[in-house]
């Protein structure tokens, strides 16, 4: 096989996959090694590496899903939390979280540095903290391990920066779940390619 069609197969291979358990297919520190390597050769707007990574396993995890339990139960009216509940219960049934910062001392300095694109900053930001998620939910997927990408930032930021210590300038912007698969992810519908790709000059 190609390497271009082990790229793809990755893509391919990458879904949202909600069904997880904690039997990893392949060691902690092998997750770790692949989250390590995107974080370093992922690309970013001007360089600016922005992007700032906490991996949670184990019990470090749970209690992530635990402080968004006890976070939503203050915001969701009782008589409806318990299918919230029980979504956040599946999450943390999982191996393990990504967090994805991005650190707004970067970005802001940036701004200082290039006024003429200082808008623009915070948009490059979000793309820049969109490839590093993509980059170990791909490749976590060709190994073999699912995952699913959640948003439940603001609403937990206080306490996830309070339980890891997360310095000030870290604005969370997603969680990555993973683990093992206990069910594969379900048909994916793809609205028609040639309606969202137009080519020219072949």
Excluded: C
Aim: overall charge negative.
């Amino acid at each position: 096989m190609s390497l271009v069609q082990t790229l793809q197969q990755a893509a391919e291979t990458r879904r949202s996959v909600y069904a997880l358990n904690k039997n990893l297919p392949v060691s902690k520190q092998e997750v770790a090694q692949v989250i390590e390597h995107a974080v370093k050769h992922t690309p970013s707007a001007f360089n600016s590496q922005s992007t700032r990574v906490v991996v949670l396993f184990g019990a470090e995890h749970e209690k992530l899903w635990d402080i968004a339990i006890s976070e939503l139960r203050k915001i969701v009216p009782a008589e409806n939390f318990q299918p919230t509940e029980d979504k956040l219960n599946m999450f943390k049934a999982a191996a393990g979280s990504v967090l994805f910062f991005e650190d707004k001392n970067v970005v802001e300095g940036l701004q200082e540095q290039f006024a003429a694109y200082a808008a623009n900053f915070p948009i490059w930001s979000e793309h820049t903290n969109a490839m590093h998620q993509y980059a170990v939910w791909s490749t976590l997927a060709a190994a073999n391990i699912g995952g699913n990408l959640q948003h439940y930032n603001p609403v937990i930021d206080e306490e996830v920066a309070k339980a890891w210590n997360v310095p000030a300038n870290w604005t969370l912007r997603a969680q990555l779940v993973f683990g093992g698969i206990s069910a594969p992810a379900g048909e994916k519908a793809f609205a028609p390619v040639e309606e969202r790709l137009k080519v020219y000059g072949l």
